[in-house]
Nanobody, 123 residues
């Protein structure tokens, strides 16, 4: 059974930082794509960024320069380092994965999802 488990969310003041982690089990995604999405109350789930195979990364414009995705393929871990957080970054953050190596921001392109972790940025 494949599982993705996020951790590291919490409450932080604007300008602060957080690091989220996502641990995959049940299969390896070292040759595929792992991504982060987020969903704010009343809004659609949106792409944050992704990392493919050997570490190529892609980001949404809204987080580019502030967020960094990294991965440890040996441990099937992916991280989301978030700096200079803003109140508009408040959302539930989800880890997602596919065995395919894709550059794709669409929710439907990812087969596996974590349960999400809440990030709240206070002003």
């Amino acid at each position: 059974q494949v599982q993705l488990v996020e951790s590291g969310g919490g409450l932080v003041q604007a300008g602060g930082s957080l690091r989220l982690s996502c641990a995959a089990s049940g299969r390896s995604f070292s040759s595929g794509t792992m991504a982060w999405f987020r969903q704010a109350p009343g809004k659609a789930r949106e792409f944050v960024g992704s990392t493919i195979r050997r570490g190529s990364t892609y980001y949404a414009n809204s987080v580019k320069g502030r967020f960094t995705i990294s991965r440890d393929n040996a441990k099937d871990l992916v991280y989301l380092q978030m700096l200079s957080l803003k109140p508009e970054d408040t959302a539930v953050y989800f880890c997602a994965a596919t065995v395919l190596a894709i550059v794709n921001a669409q929710v439907g392109s990812y087969d596996y999802w974590g349960q999400g972790t809440q990030v709240t940025v206070s002003s």
